[in-house]
């Protein structure tokens, strides 16, 4: 389940990934990369965004999303 935004988490986020469906597999490690860090640079906006806790603080997890990508690519 999706998490809210949290500026308190975001606060203490100590490692981010990005989680890709199988439809984007066959895409170019370098554009899933640019795709990844404009969704990170604004992670209120994710669709699919989770915190997941770890000892040193928070892991900010985001699942791409179609609509996510479509964003991320009119932002670049």
Not at 34 to 51: G, K, M, Q, T, V
Not at 63 to 76: I, K, L, P, S
Request: with cysteine.
């Amino acid at each position: 389940m999706a998490d809210k935004f949290d500026p308190y988490r975001e606060a203490v986020v100590v490692e981010a990934t990005t989680v890709w469906p199988d439809e984007y597999d066959e895409w170019e490690p370098t554009e899933k990369a640019r795709i990844a860090e404009a969704l990170h640079a604004d992670p209120e906006s994710c669709a699919n965004l989770e915190y997941v806790r770890m000892h040193t603080g928070f892991c900010r997890q985001i699942t791409v999303t179609e609509d996510d990508v479509e964003r991320a690519g009119q932002n670049a």
